[in-house]
């Protein structure tokens, strides 16, 4: 079947996807629940989970979390013809794994849960990884993995795992892209690092205020060339404001930092990115002809898992009803 029809076909079944998302007020009644038991059923009343035994203690809902992420996949896998364009997505899950497993083998720990959602099989990863045959794995993990090791030996700092690893896969998803020749992914991409390395900047020049670790944690390939954080850093915040006025997220960084200086918190700042994020990929939906209408889907479904996980970790944590309200990604199809 030729690409054109696949994704006529594609766009008229993701229309009907939109149709099953849940609803605002699907939300609002998780909150409104006496407990955590009673915003789990309302879960598996929309479709969340398939293992009865998961769906039995709202302390499961993570996993009934992780099977939704497995539908969402698994109908991505139907409707694009290019796989490398789910392994676009999927490499977050394998970068995730890869981190549990390295921390929980230096805490000495076997009380891990992985992500199935990656494109390695778990199985496979911790043989590769239990057994440091790291040639099993994409060169860009198996370095990451070396690197983040011989620091971790000379530091003891688990936070190494995250950067090297993170940066790797930061570096696989803009590959895949720059392959694929996909111009959504490409900007998706530089998105995810313009992200990274504004968040960067904001925790460096907030709490950790450290100059080595920005470095360490910036990532090349963004729209801002890394010398003009490094300047920033040394700045103020109204500076950082300034700077990226008039930049595509020039009103996320003012919202994120507003917020800081009125509440001490940088909790806000992931819930902007988020949503400018989908209000990128909205900007492709209507281009039919393509994977734009799918991409826009796993967006919406990727809000909709978050606010999930937020509500439950809020009435599992008897979190004040309003204070779960601020949290919520707000998307609309």
């Known amino acids: 079947m030729k690409n054109d029809v696949i994704y006529a076909y594609s766009s008229?079944?993701?229309?009907?996807?939109?149709?099953?998302?849940?609803?605002?007020?699907?939300i609002e009644r998780m909150i409104e629940t006496e407990n955590a038991s009673d915003?789990?059923?309302?879960?598996?009343e929309k479709d969340y989970g398939s293992t009865p035994a998961a769906t039995e203690s709202p302390y499961e809902y993570e996993r009934l979390i992780l099977e939704e992420e497995h539908?969402?996949?698994r109908r991505m896998d139907e409707l694009l013809p290019e796989k490398k364009h789910i392994a676009f997505f999927k490499y977050k899950n394998d970068c995730h794994n890869i981190k549990v497993l390295l921390k929980g083998e230096m805490a000495d720990s076997d009380h891990?849960?992985?992500?199935?959602?990656?494109t390695i099989d778990p199985n496979k990863l911790q043989v590769a990884i239990r057994e440091r045959k790291l040639d099993l794995l994409p060169k860009e993990f198996s370095q990451a993995i070396e690197e983040a090791l011989e620091s971790y030996a000379k530091t003891k700092n688990p936070a190494v795992f995250d950067i090297y690893l993170d940066k790797a896969c930061f570096l696989l998803m803009t590959k895949t892209a720059e392959e694929s020749k996909n111009k959504i992914l490409k900007a998706i991409a530089e998105f995810i690092i313009d992200s990274n390395n504004i968040k960067a900047l904001i925790r460096n020049m907030t709490v950790s205020k450290s100059m080595n670790l920005l470095r360490s944690t910036i990532l090349s390939k963004g729209s801002v060339d890394l010398s003009e954080y490094v300047k920033l850093f040394n700045g103020t915040m109204e500076q950082v404001k300034a700077y990226f006025s008039g930049k595509p997220l020039g009103e996320v960084v003012t919202k994120s930092i507003d917020a800081y200086l009125s509440t001490g918190s940088l909790s806000g700042m992931d819930k902007y990115?988020?949503?400018?994020?989908?209000?990128?990929?909205?900007?492709?939906?209507?281009?039919i002809d393509g994977p734009a209408p799918v991409f826009y889907y796993h967006a919406l479904k990727e809000m909709e898992m978050k606010?999930?996980?937020?509500?439950?970790?809020g009435k599992i944590n008897l979190l004040p009803k309003d204070d779960i309200r601020e949290r919520l990604r707000i998307y609309y199809v």
């Not at 891990?112 to 990656?118: A, Q």
């Open 112 to 118: 891990i849960r992985l992500n199935p959602n990656g």
């Open 71 to 73: 539908k969402v996949y």
């Open 307 to 313: 606010n999930m996980n937020l509500v439950m970790t």
């Open 39 to 44: 915003a789990l059923k309302l879960m598996v």
């Open 273 to 287: 990115f988020d949503e400018y994020y989908l209000s990128l990929i909205k900007e492709y939906k209507q281009q």
């Open 12 to 26: 008229a079944s993701v229309a009907v996807l939109y149709g099953r998302l849940v609803d605002r007020n699907t």
